[in-house]
């Protein structure tokens, strides 16, 4: 058999990130089994349509680095791969259902329904359709009076859904509503979309959330009804956040496109997500894979039943990993739109700016968590910096004086430094504290707060190199500025 899976998003929204760790286990499913990636799109939802979705999607997806082997944009022998386009398709197989006597036409208004989910609420019961049209002589609905058309669910006996990682599920057919499968407008309903399409594009395994096991028996008895063989069903669990709560929103970041912007690396979240709730193995310590490794290793059996956990902290973890293993060449070409964002550079770099841009990279590769922390990291080297207060320039147990004294010998140093690279200054820094009677830490916090208004910064010295002689000097000298004001407003006191 040659495995066939789909994704088959809904453009009502932007699918989070619990939506598309499903989506990888699907696609690595398929890939490990050499088999087919289908992409269909169910826009039956018409109310709900959001413009946008479906490019956020697919460009979603393929900054994951995922392809799909069939689908609206590449094509395939089972299209339109958009529900919209096969409305004619499900309003021939509702009406085969209906021939057959297995679904009949329903006309009860809404206001009729509605007074009998009220009265079912009052005594108790579960709010279902009462079945007042089904069992009515055929032809009493006419065809082209406005109806919906219901599944004639069996009163008694049991729907059994076999699991591949959970084993049989059972259900009460008298517990299951005569679904509508065709709507009022011909439009078809979820279940029966689904069911067609799974069908007829010859899906053999449905790869989806355990939230989705309750409402399963009703397309059960429809591919029974058709007498369609169901695919094979593995529903995983959902993602949770650290707070043990359903993902959602308060979570942070939850669409794919959020984390892009968040400057997460595609292939560190396609990692990450792969080993959201599934393991290569017992004592499997490896959590770096490849793709090409996650490919070969992946096993649908050892998915983990418990429910998954978002961590932000392992996330950033393995981001930083990533981070930390790109070329600097490639860590500076994905650095350059976050920047550039930030409005801190042109896009496309301008040439003259390359140089200072290759000197940040490597004094930050170790320090990134995502790719824009760089923005917090160097921006005092794109844009002024404020005037530092004079507690900032004032050395730890030093007086105003000697940090005003050390101050003008970093001028005198730097200004006088033939080649200003890091490699060149770090040495004869040093040699200053020490004929400063300073120990390294004292001089050099002055400098950094001086030149770069912050506490933490990248490296000092390849910090001096990246802004640059001229610009060092005039930060200096109104640090400078700073001190000479200071001492001279006490000593007026």
């Known amino acids: 058999m040659t495995v066939r899976v789909r994704f088959a998003p809904s453009p009502t929204g932007h699918p989070h990130i619990g939506n598309i760790r499903t989506v990888v286990f699907n696609w690595l499913f398929a890939r490990q089994q050499h088999g087919q990636f289908v992409l269909r799109i169910e826009d039956t939802d018409r109310t709900r349509y959001v413009e946008d979705a479906l490019q956020v999607i697919t460009s979603g997806l393929r900054w994951l680095g995922m392809d799909w082997d069939e689908g609206p944009e590449v094509g395939g022998d089972y299209g339109p791969y958009v529900q919209s386009e096969r409305t004619a398709i499900y309003q021939e197989k509702a009406e085969e259902l209906v021939a057959m006597g297995k679904a009949y036409r329903c006309d009860c208004t809404p206001e009729r329904l509605e007074q009998v989910r009220e009265a079912q ?233 390359l140089p200072t841009l290759r000197v940040l990279v490597p004094l930050v590769q170790e320090r990134l968590k995502t790719l824009r922390d760089v923005v917090e990291l160097t921006d005092f080297v794109f844009t002024d910096i404020a005037v530092p207060p004079v507690e900032k320039v004032i050395g730890s147990k030093m007086t105003a004086e000697q940090s005003l004294d050390a101050i003008r010998r970093v001028q005198a140093l730097l200004a006088g430094i033939a080649h200003f690279e890091a490699t060149a200054m770090e040495i004869p820094m040093r040699r200053l504290a020490d004929d400063l009677g300073l120990k390294a830490g004292q001089l050099f916090g002055i400098v950094r707060n001086a030149v770069t208004g912050k506490e933490v910064s990248p490296p000092l010295f390849g910090s001096i190199e990246a802004l640059g002689r001229a610009k060092t000097l005039k930060r200096l000298e109104i640090a400078e500025e700073v001190l000479v004001q200071h001492i001279q407003t006490q000593e007026a006191h």
Request: charged share 25%.
């Open 121 to 353: 609420r009052a005594r108790g019961e579960t709010p279902m359709y009462d079945g007042r049209c089904r069992n009515r002589p055929v032809g009493e609905v006419s065809p082209d009076q406005p109806h919906v058309i219901r599944l004639k669910v069996p009163r008694e006996g049991v729907t059994v859904m076999h699991d591949i990682l959970r084993g049989d599920i059972v259900f009460e057919n008298r517990l299951l509503d005569d679904q509508v499968l065709l709507k009022s407008d011909r439009f078809p309903t979820y279940h029966l979309a689904v069911v067609v399409d799974d069908h007829m594009m010859g899906i053999t395994h449905v790869m989806r959330g355990d939230d989705w096991i309750s409402s399963e028996p009703k397309r059960l008895l429809m591919y029974e009804a058709f007498g369609w063989e169901p695919p094979v069903y593995a529903h995983v669990p959902l993602v949770l956040g650290t707070d043990g709560k359903k993902l959602g929103k308060r979570h942070g970041a939850v669409s794919i496109d959020e984390f892009r912007r968040q400057g997460y690396l595609p292939e560190a979240v396609f990692n990450f997500l792969a080993l959201l709730g599934w393991a290569p193995g017992l004592g499997e310590e490896q959590e770096i894979f490849t793709r090409e490794e996650l490919i070969e290793r992946f096993d649908i059996t050892r998915i983990n039943l418990a429910p998954a956990v978002f961590s932000y902290d392992k996330l950033n973890w393995m981001n930083g990993a990533y981070i930390r293993a790109l070329p600097p060449e490639e860590l500076l070409e994905r650095l350059i739109p976050f920047w550039a964002d930030a409005g801190l550079i042109e896009t496309p770099a301008p040439a003259e700016i």
